[in-house]
C-alpha cells in the first residue's frame, strides 16, 4: 500500500522534534516531510516555501501553532493541493488593535531581547513554563523543549516573531476549507485556548474537534499518544 504524503508544519522556534513521536508512531503510513523556514519572516513566504518544496503535488498538511497558520495561507495559496488538514493549538485571528497589540508586541520582543542577550535557552526558561501543563514543568517534556529552542537562533526569532506580528486575518477563510479537517487542541493550552478551536470547528463545515485532556499547547510533546490516536482517524 503506498504511503501518504504527510507534509508537517512546526511551530515557532519548533523542528523536527515537535512531531518525532507522530513521525514513529505513523511510519508504516505516511511519508512524512517536516518543513524548515529558515529565516523567512512572512506567513505567505513560509506557506510559498511549503508548496515548492512539498515532496508530492498533492498532500495531507498538519500544523502546530504558528504551523497551523502556514497552514491557512497554504490553503489560500494552492487549496487543491491540499488533501486533509489538521490543525493543532493554534489560531486565525489577527493582530489586536490598539493596547492589545502593543503590548503583545512588547512581550515577544522583550523575549528576543532576553535572547539576544541570555542565549535562547535561558529565554526559553523563562517563555515555555506557560507552554505546558503545569504538571510537566521541569520534566523530561519540559527540557525536550528547552532543546529544540535551544537549537535555534535569535536570527530564525526574530523573522518568524515578525511574520506573526504580521499575521493576516484567517477567520474569513475558513468556511471556504472543504477538505477533511481536524482541529485539536490541549484542554490547559494558555496560548490558544479550547474556545478558539471550538470557533475553529464551527467555521470549519465538516471538521472534527479533538481536546487533549491534561495538556498543554505542546500536545504533541505532551500527549503523543492522543495526538497520533487523532491523526491515525484524521487519515482513515
Keep these: 500500500m503506498s504511503k501518504t504524503p504527510l507534509v508537517l508544519l512546526p511551530g515557532l522556534l519548533c523542528d523536527h522534534a515537535v512531531w518525532a513521536p507522530q513521525i514513529e508512531a505513523l511510519g508504516e503510513r505516511v511519508d512524512a516531510y517536516v ?17 515548492d518544496t512539498a515532496p508530492a503535488p498533492r498532500f ?26 489538521a490543525l493543532l493549538d ?30 535562547m535557552r535561558a529565554m526559553a526558561d523563562e517563555w515555555a513554563r506557560g507552554m505546558v501543563h503545569e504538571s510537566r514543568i521541569g520534566g523530561p517534556v519540559f527540557e525536550a523543549v528547552l532543546d529544540m ?24 477563510l475558513l468556511p471556504t476549507i472543504t477538505c477533511p479537517t481536524l482541529v485539536l487542541c490541549g484542554r490547559e493550552d494558555m496560548w490558544s485556548n479550547p474556545a478558539r478551536h471550538q470557533h475553529l470547528h464551527a467555521r470549519i463545515a465538516g471538521s472534527t474537534l479533538v481536546v487533549v485532556e491534561r495538556c498543554g ?6 500527549q503523543p499518544e492522543a495526538v497520533t490516536h487523532a491523526l491515525r482517524q484524521w487519515l482513515g
Excluded: C
Excluded at 497554504?74 to 487543491?80: D, I, T
Excluded at 489560531?91 to 542577550?117: C, D, F, I, M, V
Design 149 to 172: 529552542f535551544g537549537r535555534s537562533s535569535p536570527a530564525v526569532f526574530a523573522a518568524q516573531i515578525k511574520a506573526l506580528l504580521d499575521r493576516p486575518d484567517a477567520d474569513p
Design 90 to 119: 493554534t489560531s486565525y485571528h489577527p493582530l489586536a488593535a490598539g493596547e492589545a497589540g502593543e503590548n503583545e508586541k512588547l512581550g515577544r520582543y522583550t523575549l528576543l531581547e532576553k535572547a539576544q542577550r541570555e542565549g
Design 217 to 222: 499547547h505542546m500536545s504533541t510533546m505532551e
Design 60 to 85: 495531507a498538511l498538519a500544523g502546530h501553532s504558528m504551523g497551523g497558520r502556514v497552514a491557512f495561507e497554504v490553503w489560500r495559496l494552492a487549496p487543491e493541493r491540499v488533501t486533509q488538514l
Design 35 to 51: 518543513v524548515h523556514y529558515g529565516e523567512r519572516d512572512s506567513l505567505v513566504a513560509m506557506a510559498q516555501h511549503v508548496l
